[in-house]
């Protein structure tokens, strides 16, 4: 069963994956959205069963993502959480079907328990969906797709029994059936891997060993750059068709390729080596073109000392970029080179220099949280733990970013000026020094500093004039009404803007329309 977390705060996310022991409750995949947008993309590219959402985020909140997701998929079980005991937040989350409701923070213990008893709603979903769903029964008609749910429901269904699933799917499996099991992962150099690729990269290896006599039984997705191969018997060429399939793939596709196998396992023991195997593709990130049997792999391990180092910092405040870039990558090479690098290293590393280039950005007053609140950023988070290069590429985005920026910020007319356009074209809404400090990703009170260094005005100032300023023209060239045009230009009250106009233009706007 798959969950999808919402919310714009990071290490909340984080902090929940760590805190919650998911595989207990029924969880086999955790996917984490920073936005209502990337939350949309996810829901829209994976399948979800049970979305649990922050409802106070910027932009658009988690009670309107979920009357998207009413739309969208229906059967999506979502729960919500905020800082605010708001009753009306409450009422509308009943009204949308929101199975939980709850308050931050909580502990992690209710919140798995919540979880928990969103897992079993979800599984009565499914369990109704299944029975009236015209989809299920066209797949339990077809033998591939038979097969393919079949080891989908091994692989991934909690407390599967192979036997029972077996007689329900209509195969004809034995106690003395053997099978081997393949992981191959792939990965690019741009790290984005494109759908075509890897639509490519499943038509190549099915027909190398289709074309080789091999007796494939269901290939079944196991993230989203790496699948497992399912042959019936001992493969006793699968070390041939890793070959081959490594050439094909480099060749046509530009694409690393790594692959982990087992062989000769019985059916009790097919989930527990697939376990083992996919454990060794994640602990495996620095291979490319390698493959391992499941006793040839030897396990990465270390002790993690942070490199971040003064000198990093001072690199990436005096934007030297590209040195700084160099000095990682010869680290992260070196380091390779010694074995201890796997996944968990990745994570403890990625998380150092976030911290440094936080640092960093916040000594320059700029928020590096909404300056990396990207869909760009996002999936190259999402891919950082996947492999060294992945990591690097995540890195160089980061940092190129980050004293591109602070570059940008040392040229204040340049912000001053994207604030004033910003003002113009959004004059007339309901704007606040905090959406606008957004927009060039500076705290409020720096930004305020600069904006009147810089042109003598404070930012309220600035957009009231614009707005009186635009009142004018629809009172000299319409005949809309004071009232009216008060609320287009952006004001919440009629008597406000009256105040504001006389203020500014030293009389009342009906004598202004009237002496033109």
Known sequence: MNI???DDAVDILEGIVAGVNFQ??????IFLATSADRARNILRSEHIDIMVTDIDMPGENGLELLKWVRDYKNDLVTMFYTSYADFDYARQAII????????????YEELQTRIEAAVKQADNLIQKQLKNNEYHNFLITSKVHRKNHFWNNILFKENTDFWKENIEHGLDYNESSK???CISSISDKEVLIQNWKKYAFINIAEDIILNNHGELEAVIQTSDVSWCFIFLGTSNDIREYCQKLFGYVRQYLSL???CYYSENIFPDKALDNFNLLFDIYKDDVTSEYSMYSLNEYKRKSGEYVSPCKPEWEAMLLAGKEDELIFSINSYIYNITKKGIVNREFLKAFRSDILQMIYVVLNQKQISAKELFLTEHFDALRDRSLDNVVA??????????KAAEYIRFVKRSQSIVDRVKNYISDHFNEDITLESIAKVVYLNTSYLTRLFRKETGQTIIDYIQHQRIEAAKKLLLH??????????QVGFNSPSYFAQVFRKQTGIKPVDYKNNQ
Do not use: C, H, R, W
Request: overall charge negative; proline content about 2%; glycine content about 4%.
């Open 391 to 400: 990591m690097v590429f995540y890195i160089e985005n980061l940092i190129k």
């Open 24 to 29: 207990d409750i029924g969880i086999e995949n």
């Open 256 to 258: 690393s390729v790594n």
């Open 4 to 6: 999808l977390f919402v």
């Open 179 to 181: 099978f081997t099991l």
């Open 478 to 487: 319409t005949d809309t009404t004071i009232s009216e045009i008060a609320y």
């Open 96 to 107: 949308l079907q929101g199975f939980d409701y709850f308050l931050k923070p909580i502990a």
